[in-house]
Each structure stands twice: as C-alpha cells, then as structure tokens.
C-alpha cells in the first residue's frame, strides 16, 4: 500500500500519454470548443422558456448543466478530453485533501492503482469501477459518491470501506485492458488483503457497470483473450452483490430513448460512438468485435445462470438515453440469473448516472434523488 503521490499509476501514465499525442492545432481547439461551451450555456439559459416542458429536465438548472456536458462530450475528442480533465488520481487526492483525509492506494505489479476510501483494514469492502465511457478520468462527483456511501454505512455502524480502481483510458487502452485490471485487483483483494467473496460488493456506474459485468462473466466464463494475458478469477464463495448504475450494456444508438431524452440527459449519440469507439479501437457500431463480455445486451439468459453474486441491484433514470436498453438487458438477466436474485429500480424524472453527476452540479447529499437514497439503502442492508 501506498501514499499518494510516490508515482504515477498506470491510469495516470496512459491519460499524460494521449495528451502528449495531440497537436499543436488539436490543443488550440480546445479554446473555441470551451468558448461552444459556454455559448450553448447561454442558450439554454434561454431555451428552457420555448422548449416543451416534457422535452427538458424539470430543473432547471439540471437543463443548463447537462447542456454544458452535451456540448463538451460531443464538441471534443477524446485527446482533448484527457487535456481538459484531471486524472483519477489527482482528483481522488483533491477529494481527500478538501475532506482531510490521507490518500492510500493499493499498486499492483503492472502499475495498476485503486485508492483506499475508508479505513483499508475494514472487515467488508465495495469494490468500486467509475463510469466515462472507459475514455473519461473519474472525476471528484464520482469519488465524493463513493466517500458519502462508505460514511452512510459507517453512520450505521458497518465496517465498510471502498477500493476505486483507476483503471487505464481508452484509446491509449482499449478492451480488454480494462477486464485484466478488474481481475487482478479481485485476485489481489481475495489473495492479498485476504478479504472473503461474500463481504464483497461490486459497484460500478455507466462503463464501470459495464466493467462489472465483465468481471461477472469473466468469473464464470474465463474470457478467451487472444490479446493480453486476463487471470482467472476464482472464488470460494459468490461475491456478496453488485451495484449496477445506469450501465452502459448495449453500443446500439437506435433505441427511442435516445430521441426521447435527447434533451434531458447529460450524454447523447456523439459521445457514444466516439467513447465505444475509442474503447473498441475500431468504428462504430463493432459488430465484428462485439462479445457477452463488451456488450452484455448480446448475452443470452442461459449465459447469466449461475452467476458467482448473490443479489444484482440496477437502478436507471426514466429520462436517460440508456434506459430502453437497460429495461430490455434487466429482462434477459432476471430469466437467466433468477427474478428474486435483480432489484430493478427506474427513478422517474432521473437522468444517466445522477448520483454522480448531481454532485458535480453542486447538489448537496441531502437534496440528493432517488437513485442515491436507493444505491445507500441497498448496500446498506447488505453489508
């Protein structure tokens, strides 16, 4: 184990990496995209008086910050991404600066770091995956999500604490590199912390949901990487659960949710073919390449029998592009893995990855939606 900062972990090498790969033209680009930015802010400062009322978020200001998030994911690249944002590193050392807290990180041999949220000799563990579509740094809503859920369950006298993976970025890192960094943090978790699979809960939102889903089916299908070396994972007991937050299980843009909340959520079409891209190194839509593993919507329900979890919560925002292909994988799962074993929760009026995002935004955790109350209370009763 670790302090932060001794060196620079994989993620952190990878992300300064793809920045170093961008012109000088690419780098000035930055300023008129940032300049879009805050002139499509403008608009929807405006917008929100003529548009239909069903057509965008009923907060306003909601409407406003996920405008900004639109035209950032969808005006940049990737390259330029990983410019604009600090890596998941800096930023879990900023969170822990503001709360005043020491960083501590777990570093595996190829460089691989997860940080410490809580106390590292806590009986039970959240094994967190950050969501950005496997191309985004986790940024500090996502690790203040995670600081607010271990302090939920401390509040209720659990001993608890959260791994974060800071996984490697797409493109510099595209799949399956992500897969081989879950499974060696498990094996490290279970054969060096020696912490048992059913004090273990998997969470993760967006492409960490996604993640933990590999992971899930790696576990009972070793994956066939004809690529990089991805360890077996085995375990003596099925994990205790997992926490799967808007997660992204399908490439497939078609879906009419994607018409339907166009307007209401904080990603669109853009972003998704570019992050999918990136995370596949090849052009959208990845037929070619697509597998159970990448894509859970393409797996079967015979595929999920077994599964080494005792119970899988999915929760989704009724006002998310995702949420179609969300309800239709949820159906599969629940015939494969077994109705009672899913807790499917749809919060009306709730956009993709709340929990997180409403931090970025500024909403404090006691004005929090109903996804976070539901993800606090789930692993709650469980720990």
């Known amino acids: 184990m670790s302090k932060l900062p001794n060196n620079q972990s ?14 000088l033209v690419e780098k000035l680009d930055t300023i008129p995209a940032v300049l879009s930015i805050l002139g499509n802010v403008v608009l929807a400062l405006f917008s929100g008086f003529y548009k239909p009322k069903d057509s965008i978020p009923k907060s306003y200001n909601r409407h406003v910050y996920l405008t900004a998030i639109r035209t950032l994911t969808r005006r940049t690249s990737v390259k330029q991404q990983h410019l604009l944002l600090p890596p998941t590193d800096d930023a879990y050392a900023a969170v822990c600066k503001k709360r005043g807290v020491k960083p501590q990180s777990e570093i595996l041999e190829d460089g691989t ?21 496997y191309c985004l740094p986790a940024g500090p809503d996502m690790i203040e999500f995670m600081f607010q859920i271990v302090d939920a369950l401390k509040r209720s006298g659990k001993n608890a604490a959260c791994l974060f993976l800071a996984y490697d970025l797409a493109p510099s890192a595209p799949y399956p590199r992500q897969l081989q960094q879950a499974s060696m943090l498990l094996n490290h978790v279970l054969n060096t912390l020696h912490i048992p699979p059913n004090n273990i809960i998997l969470t993760g939102d967006s492409a960490g949901a996604n993640l933990a889903l590999s992971l899930l089916s790696h576990i009972s299908h070793p994956h066939p990487s004809p690529t990089i ?11 205790l659960g997992c926490v799967l937050v808007s997660p992204w299980v ?25 992050w999918s891209s990136a995370f596949m190194g090849c052009p959208w839509p990845h037929t070619e390449v697509s597998d159970e593993y990448n894509q859970a919507c393409t797996a079967s329900a015979e595929w999920w029998e077994g599964l080494k979890v005792q119970q899988i919560l999915v929760t989704a925002g009724e006002e998310e592009v995702l949420v179609d292909g969300i309800k239709g994988f949820v159906e599969t799962l629940k015939k494969g893995f077994g109705e009672d074993k899913v807790e499917f929760f749809v919060a009306e009026g709730e956009y993709h990855d709340q929990p997180s995002v409403d931090l970025q935004i500024g909403i404090k955790e006691k004005d929090e939606g109903l996804q976070a109350k539901e993800i606090k209370r789930w692993i709650s009763s469980k720990l």
């Open 229 to 239: 070396p991805i360890p077996k994972v085995s375990l003596s007991t099925p994990l």
């Open 250 to 274: 399908s490439f497939d843009l078609s879906a009419d949710s994607f018409k339907r909340n166009a307007w209401k959520d904080c990603i669109g079409t853009e972003a998704g073919k570019q």
């Open 113 to 133: 770091r997860a940080h410490w949220i809580g106390d590292p000799k806590a009986e039970k563990l959240v094994m967190n995956f950050h969501g950005g579509g």
């Open 10 to 23: 994989s993620s952190y090498r990878k992300q300064k990496a793809s920045v170093a790969q961008l012109s």
